[in-house]
């Protein structure tokens, strides 16, 4: 006879990821000549739930390095880059409780462009961000109640006697004793 039960158990109920692409603009003293290099470093991130969307809030720092004065110089401009990015969940068909959101970072930011506009530089940061939503969630499970059969237990002393029964019955002279 097959019966039901339901389990209680935390769960990733919505899951999903997305690209978010930042342009920006910074101007500096003297007049570029040439960017030489341009990196992300000390990413930091959380989300939050409010209603149906996910609320990420973060900073990140740039240092762009770059020439200027014909090339005969070189300076790094430091900046650090605040964001608030907000995702909108679809409906889920599951009942939760208790949810907490995981933010990943699938894609750390990166400059993918940089450009010089007389006493500006422009540049664009990339980054993907996964999120998972876990919450409780109740889970029906098959049970049977039929019983499997019981095994035999056969003790020690049984089966050290049975052995020795096979090793009196061999004989080592077993293919002389039947030569044809």
């Known amino acids: 006879m097959t019966n039901y039960r339901e389990i209680v158990t935390k769960a ?14 910074v101007s500096v003293n ?6 030489l290099g341009c990196w992300v470093i000390n990413h930091n991130f959380n989300g939050v739930k409010t209603g ?6 973060g900073s990140y720092d740039v240092n762009i390095w770059y020439s200027y004065d014909n090339d005969t110089k070189t300076e790094v401009l430091k900046e650090t880059k605040n964001y608030t990015e907000v995702v909108h969940l679809r409906d889920r068909e599951e009942e939760s409780t208790g949810e907490e959101i ?4 699938l894609k750390q930011p990166s400059c993918v462009k940089v450009d010089i506009d007389g006493n500006n530089i422009k540049y664009t940061i990339e980054k993907e961000l996964g999120i998972e939503l876990v ?3 109740k889970v029906k499970i098959q049970t049977n109640t ?3 059969p019981w095994e035999e237990i056969v ?3 049984k089966i050290e006697e049975e052995v020795n029964k096979i090793d009196d019955a061999v004989t080592e002279n077993f293919i002389n004793d039947h030569t044809i």
């Open 12 to 25: 990733v109920i919505a899951k999903g990821k997305k690209l978010f692409t930042t342009e920006n603009v």
């Open 30 to 35: 003297n007049n570029p000549s040439t960017i």
């Open 52 to 57: 149906d969307k996910i609320t990420i809030t």
């Open 102 to 105: 995981i933010v990943r970072s």
């Open 135 to 137: 919450g409780d969630i």
């Open 146 to 148: 039929e019983e499997d």
């Open 155 to 157: 003790e020690e002393s």
